[in-house]
């Protein structure tokens, strides 16, 4: 059973930093392209970032290029955000998720989601 | 990055046939075929329903189908059901990188 499994998430202050991991099992999870994946409270979805299984190439949103990073740890099954300088309208629910196939794109499993929260 | 727009709220009963809208631009909706949707339940992960416009994953039913013309994709739902309300998330490769749709609630009355 494909599974991901979120953590890290919390209270931060604003400038601050926090760093998400994602525990991946149940497949092949060195060529899956993997994604993080946003929701502020009642709102829409919104993709934060991207790396592919074939090259480890990265792709980030525009509203968060330069202040997040992702990489991944494929002996350890793990997906990382690094989130620095944080905001309060990165106020939101981060989902991992896990492509269909290969570096598709589309996202046939998500995690459960951790709460990241930026207030004083 | 604007996100493509949907409307905000569609509704049928029960057996109807439901056409969600998904607009973007030829940068992305127009410009490729890497159209997907997904629905959300309160609380819940997001499910993918479709992808490559107008392909279904294993398990979805063939109630839900996709398809695109120019800069505007559609999710159709026929036979709806009362599970199928939910919320609906279009989504669309930009060129290296995912653009998602404001959201369309969809109530079953």
């Known amino acids: 059973e494909v599974q991901l499994l979120e953590s890290g998430g919390g209270l931060v202050q604003p400038g601050g930093s926090l760093r998400l991991s994602c525990a991946a099992s149940?497949?092949?999870?060195?060529?899956?392209?993997m994604s993080w994946v946003r929701q502020a409270p009642g709102k829409g979805l919104e993709w934060v970032s991207t790396?592919?299984?074939?090259?480890?190439?990265?792709y980030y949103a525009d509203s968060v290029k330069g202040r997040f990073t992702i990489s991944r740890d494929n002996s350890k099954n793990t997906l990382y955000l690094q989130m620095n300088s944080l905001r309060a309208e990165d106020t939101a629910v981060y989902y991992c998720?896990?492509?269909?196939?290969?570096?598709?794109?589309?996202?046939?499993?998500w995690g459960q989601g951790t709460l990241v929260t930026v207030s004083s | 990055q604007s996100a493509l727009t949907q409307p905000r709220s569609v509704s049928g009963s029960p057996g109807q046939s439901v056409t969600i809208s998904c607009t973007g631009t030829?940068?992305?909706?127009?410009?490729?075929?890497?159209v997907s949707w997904y629905q959300q339940h309160p609380g819940k992960a997001p499910k993918l329903m479709i992808y490559?416009?107008?392909k279904r994953p294993s398990g979805v039913p063939d109630r839900f189908s996709g398809s695109k013309s120019g800069n505007t994709a559609s999710l159709t739902i026929s036979g709806l059901q009362a599970e199928d309300e939910a919320d609906y998330y279009c989504?669309?490769?930009?060129?290296?990188?995912?653009?998602f749709g404001g959201g369309t609630k969809l109530t079953v009355l």
């Open positions: 998720a896990k492509d269909l196939y290969g570096d598709s794109g589309y996202h046939d499993c």
């Open positions: 149940g497949f092949t999870f060195s060529s899956s392209g």
């Open positions: 790396i592919r299984g074939s090259d480890r190439s990265t």
């Open positions: 030829s940068s992305d909706v127009g410009g490729y075929n890497y």
């Open positions: 490559d416009v107008s």
């Open positions: 989504c669309s490769y930009a060129g290296s990188r995912w653009v």
